[in-house]
């Protein structure tokens, strides 16, 4: 399975776990879809301090980290994909798509029931077996334990009123695993 593996080789890129020495690469290919407002802005220091949710693309030919993605558990049966994205240079690669099933399947070998992801493309997380959320996706206790975190990812996810501002246009989106036990 995907996590005894360190690696997952596939048309000339290496999909692994981010390393600490990739941090300011993943910063320089997120920094685009923030100054777009399609991610939101976090500082360096963030990522260093997640770097253990990411996976990354790495192209065989440059050994350059091009594209990446964070698993981020909410809840013991939840987690959310963040900041998916790949640079430009490599867009139209499938690498997005490569990325995105890896984070599902490490959340499958986490037990994990669900995966969240807030997002513009629509479509393309559609495509994936995602459905749009409406209402919660938690009960009231977990959503009274949740209401008291700092991450602005699980305040989104949460849809309170206070990070609209940073999310106006986003959709809440959803993947029940147990659904797509094959994919």
């Not at 900041?83 to 890896?102: C, H």
């Amino acid at each position: 399975m995907l996590e005894t593996s360190p690696e997952l080789s596939t048309r000339g890129f290496t999909i692994r776990r981010a390393l600490p020495r990739d941090v300011r690469q993943i910063a320089k290919i997120t920094q685009p879809y923030i100054d777009r407002n399609i991610l939101v802005a976090k500082k360096l220091i963030a990522y260093f301090e997640d770097v253990q949710e990411f996976m990354v693309a790495v192209d065989e030919g440059t050994n350059e980290v091009v594209a990446c993605g964070a698993l981020h558990v909410l809840w013991d049966d939840i987690a959310e994909v963040r900041t998916l994205a790949v640079s430009s240079d490599y867009l139209g690669r499938g690498l997005g798509s490569l990325l995105l099933r890896t984070l599902i399947a490490r959340a499958r070998c986490m037990e994990l029931e669900r995966v969240f992801c807030l997002t513009f493309e629509v479509d393309f997380f559609a495509r994936h077996g995602f459905e749009e959320l409406e209402g919660m996706a938690v009960g009231v206790d977990v959503y009274e334990q949740m209401l008291e975190t700092h991450d602005d990812g699980v305040r989104e996810f949460l849809d309170l009123a206070s990070v609209k501002p940073n999310t106006l246009g986003n959709t809440r989106m959803i993947l029940e695993l147990s659904e797509h036990l094959a994919k």
